[in-house]
């Protein structure tokens, strides 16, 4: 016969391992991971991820290094598109046999150098079942004010008119990307 507090603890470990399954079955990923890159009205977001790197301290860092990345193609990007297109129809001897053939080929090359200071980790995730590593970067709008004034490489003017703007601007971005979202 088990005794009550034998039977207490085991009815406490039992629900205490039953909650903990059920929570992380339900848990899933941040909502940032599947949001990707974004911004508000106060920050700009990077999401970086990597998978099958054996080496934790490698693959955050990776991660975060390309969260980074993302946070910086917010700002200048150059991209380079080249589409070509071929198709031909050839008809031989009696008209009764057609040849056609086709190509297209799409060539993207994208390119960002920008230098950024203050963009730091946010947060950070990983996806147990696939070994998915997942950093999310911000960079607050109030550090970017801060080195445009700081700019050596900016005239006075144009110091002051970014930093009289931004604020609008970044909400007039805001509201463009709202209408994409919405169908």
Do not use: H
Not at 69 to 90: C, G, H, I, K, Q
Not at 127 to 138: N, Q, S, W
Request: charged share 30%.
């Amino acid at each position: 016969m088990i005794s009550n507090t034998r039977l207490s603890r085991v009815l406490t470990i039992g629900c205490a391992v039953a909650m903990t399954l059920t929570l992380s079955a339900c848990g899933g990923p941040p909502k940032w991971v599947k949001q990707g890159s974004s911004f508000d009205n106060k920050a700009f977001f990077g999401v970086g991820a990597v998978n099958g790197v054996k080496n934790e301290p490698l693959a955050w860092e990776a991660a975060q290094n390309r969260a980074r990345a993302e946070v910086a193609r917010n700002f200048e990007t150059y991209t380079a598109y080249l589409m070509r297109d071929y198709a031909a129809s050839t008809t031989a001897g009696d008209f009764t046999r057609n040849t056609e053939e086709q190509n297209i080929e799409r060539a993207i090359k994208t390119f960002s150098a920008v230098t950024l200071s203050g963009v730091r980790q946010e947060s950070r995730y990983k996806d147990e079942k696939t070994g998915t590593y997942y950093v999310l970067a911000k960079l607050n709008l109030s550090d970017v004010k801060d080195q445009l004034a700081q700019a050596k490489e900016l005239s006075g003017e144009v110091r002051d008119f970014v930093r009289k703007n931004a604020d609008r601007l970044f909400e007039r971005l805001e509201k463009e990307e709202d209408k994409k979202a919405k169908p």
